[in-house]
């Protein structure tokens, strides 16, 4: 197998062109996969490479095509990246094989299977690009034994490796491993002509011309899924041609959109932060790589090191202000309680006995668990602030004191509640099986 690079300039970034060679018909009507040695593929990213390219000679007496590897030419692909393998990178089958003496047209059915990680067909990995996937002819079909003229009946003509070469064109985007619809194609010849050859290539857009890196074993914008704040995991990146031969001396280089959400060091390993998503970034030269992290609600703990302030970081272990998944949680021997400075929404809230937390003015809305001790004076404190129970999962409880509430969710008692201000129930639902409700005014 030879190798050459090519200048890209046609299409830019957004063509991958999978070089391969396909029989033009088969043995008999039956389908006739062909799968030549398979070369390395590949290459450097960015620049154009080939491949392992099979040169066709069909019978047209016997309905048979023989195919065997060749080196390809030294002509520069002007239009496309030329890369593959039959078998490796795509596979071509062929069926229903005939010929018309009356018309002299040499027909059969073919089908496109992608075998790269990159879907082809589209330069975004959803949309079809509007040139789809065209399956073009290198040289021929020249004549090489009998008489007369064989030609093509395309889809059309453009220029590839040399200016209006006959295409064959698939509107699919097909992803790893499916196969596109059978697609008639059509060549002309007299009944004088006994055998001829020819040479296709495959032009495909691909979303990662230049090459990408797999995260974890996935394309580029791929999700992890939820990951809790200070887990770890350590990102398993490789650097990959176009067509996904690896690339091992590849430097990747890691980043975070979010260093708040998740954090991520110099060899791959994340640690999450705090709830939000974000993307984990991989990169080497012009390959990108990236993989999503939902990051889930912790429990943060008050230590009041700082200020009575609700909204400061110095004030939470760990340093971060509760978000809305957060639970959180108000211990006794702080140096200051906290109090709110605007308007919370948090998951739980767990305030000890003898601790206060005071809303003030604003409301605190929980979506779940709230449960404060029974001392009078402690617990969740408000002048014209609510506590808002929210949680609709039907499994959240309250016990303890707490100010003027509002229940918009369904929550059962699973202890005393003492209101200091009355309460409403909006919406929602208190159940109050074996635990007694009071409202002290």
């Known amino acids: 197998m030879h190798r050459n690079r090519h200048r890209l300039h046609r299409r830019g970034s957004s063509l991958l062109a999978a070089a391969l060679a396909l029989a033009a018909a088969a043995c008999t009507d039956r389908a006739n996969p062909l799968a030549p040695a398979p070369g390395p593929g590949g290459g450097t990213p960015g620049a154009p490479v080939t491949i392992?390219?099979?040169?066709?000679?069909?019978?047209?007496?016997?309905?048979?095509?023989?195919?065997?590897?060749?080196?390809?030419?030294?002509?520069?692909?002007?239009?496309?990246?030329?890369?593959?393998?039959?078998?490796?990178?795509?596979?071509?089958?062929?069926?229903?094989?005939?010929?018309?003496?009356?018309?002299?047209?040499?027909?059969?059915?073919?089908?496109l299977q992608n075998l790269i990680e990159q879907p082809m067909g589209t330069t975004d990995g959803t949309t079809l690009d509007p040139n789809g996937i065209r399956i073009f002819f290198h040289s021929g079909p020249s004549v090489t034994s009998g008489t007369g003229v064989a030609s093509v009946l395309p889809d059309g003509f453009a220029t590839f490796t040399a200016a209006g070469q006959p295409y064959y064109q698939y509107n699919q985007v097909l992803a790893n491993g499916v196969t596109s619809?059978?697609?008639?194609?059509?060549?002309?010849?007299?009944?004088?002509?006994l055998t001829f050859s020819f040479l296709l290539y495959v032009s495909a857009p691909v979303e990662y011309p230049n090459g990408y890196i797999t995260m974890d074993g996935n394309l580029p914008g791929a999700s992890y899924g939820y990951f809790h704040p200070g887990d770890t995991h350590a990102v398993v990146a490789v650097a990959k041609t176009a067509v996904g031969t690896p690339l091992p001396a590849a430097v990747i280089t890691f980043g975070t959109s979010d260093a708040n959400c998740a954090t991520v060091d110099a060899g791959g390993t994340v640690t999450g932060v705090r709830y939000a998503t974000c993307n984990i970034t991989a990169t080497s030269g012009l390959m990108p790589g990236s993989l999503s992290f939902d990051v889930s609600g912790t429990t943060r703990t008050w230590t009041g090191a700082t200020s009575s302030d609700w909204?400061?970081?110095?004030?939470?272990?760990?340093?971060?202000?509760?978000?809305?998944?957060?639970?959180?949680?108000?211990?006794?021997?702080?140096?200051?309680?906290?109090?709110?400075?605007?308007?919370?929404t948090v998951r739980g809230v767990t305030v000890a006995d003898l601790a206060t937390l005071s809303l003030g003015g604003f409301d605190l809305t929980a979506n779940d668990n709230v449960a404060t001790g029974p001392t009078a004076g402690s617990g969740i404190l408000s002048t014209t602030g609510s506590l808002v129970l929210a949680s609709t999962s039907g499994l959240s409880t309250v016990h303890g004191r707490i100010p003027t509430f509002l229940v918009t969710g369904v929550y059962t008692l699973d202890g005393d509640v003492t209101a200091v201000a009355k309460g409403q129930v909006d919406l929602g639902k208190l159940v109050s099986p074996n635990y007694n409700l009071q409202v002290s005014q």
């Open 52 to 111: 392992q390219v099979l040169a066709c000679d069909a019978n047209r007496a016997e309905l048979s095509v023989r195919c065997a590897p060749v080196q390809p030419g030294a002509s520069d692909a002007r239009g496309d990246i030329i890369v593959g393998n039959q078998g490796v990178f795509v596979q071509v089958t062929t069926s229903n094989v005939a010929y018309n003496g009356g018309t002299g047209q040499f027909t059969f059915d073919a089908t």
């Open 181 to 193: 619809s059978a697609k008639g194609w059509t060549l002309i010849m007299p009944p004088t002509v």
């Open 311 to 344: 909204n400061l970081g110095g004030n939470w272990g760990g340093g971060y202000v509760p978000a809305v998944a957060d639970s959180v949680v108000i211990p006794t021997g702080v140096p200051n309680f906290p109090a709110l400075t605007s308007a919370v």
